[in-house]
C-alpha cells in the first residue's frame, strides 16, 4: 500500500480541463485526506436558499452572502458548518481541521460559538473521494493543491474565488486565473 500524505486544510483548485460539471472551477477546501479517502467542501457554490431559512439560528453568525453553499454533490440533504477560529483554543461544539479553520457542530447551541467564530459559513452536502480516487485525478492534472488562507472560508466574493486564489499563487498558476470561461471564444 503507498502512504498518502496529507492534503487536509489545502484547497484543491479545478483545472481548467476538469470535465465534471460539479466541480468546473471550483474551490475545494480539503476537510479530510487520508488513505481511507477524501473530503472537503466546494468554497465558491452559494445556492439561493437563506441560511435564516434551515438553520435560523445559526444565521447572525455567517457572513455575506448569508446563504447556504453547495458543499458538493454528496449528501445534499445534509448540513456541515466550517467556522474560522483565531487562537489557540476552541470552544465547545467546534473542531480544528486546520489552522484556524474547524467544523461546527450544527446540533450544540449556537451561544457556545458566537463570541469566538471569526467566520461561518454553512454547506449542504460535501465532495467526497474514495481510497486512492483523488490521487489518480491528481495525477491526471485535474486539480491543483495550493494552500488556503482562512479568508477563503468566508470570501465575501465567492463567485470570484477561483480566480483570486490562482492569481496569489507565486508560479505558472498565476498565469491560470487569466483562462477564459469559454477558450472557444477566444
Not at 454533490?73 to 476552541?90: R, T
Not at 494552500?147 to 465575501?156: H, N
Request: charged letters at 20%.
Amino acid at each position: 500500500m503507498t502512504e498518502v500524505s496529507s492534503l487536509t486544510g489545502r484547497l484543491l483548485v479545478a483545472a481548467p480541463a476538469l470535465a465534471d460539471p460539479n466541480f468546473d472551477r471550483a474551490v475545494v477546501l480539503l476537510l479530510d485526506h487520508d488513505e481511507e479517502g477524501s473530503l472537503g467542501v466546494v468554497l465558491n457554490r452559494p445556492t439561493p436558499v437563506g441560511v435564516v431559512d434551515i438553520l435560523a439560528a445559526w444565521a447572525g453568525l455567517t457572513g455575506e452572502p448569508e446563504v447556504v453553499f453547495q458543499g458538493g454533490p454528496v449528501s445534499l440533504d445534509s448540513a456541515l458548518g466550517v467556522a474560522v477560529i483565531p487562537g489557540a483554543e476552541g470552544p465547545l461544539g467546534w473542531r480544528r481541521v486546520y489552522g484556524a479553520i474547524g467544523l461546527v457542530d450544527l446540533e450544540a447551541p449556537p451561544e457556545l460559538l458566537a463570541a469566538a467564530v471569526g467566520s461561518l459559513r454553512i454547506f449542504a452536502g460535501y465532495a467526497g473521494w474514495g481510497p486512492g480516487q483523488l490521487e489518480r485525478e491528481l495525477s491526471e492534472g485535474a486539480w491543483y493543491v495550493v494552500e488556503s488562507e482562512p479568508g477563503d472560508v468566508s470570501s465575501p466574493r465567492p463567485e470570484g474565488l477561483w480566480r483570486a486564489v490562482l492569481r496569489r499563487q507565486r508560479s505558472e498558476l498565476a498565469m491560470i486565473a487569466t483562462y477564459p470561461d469559454d477558450p472557444s471564444l477566444n
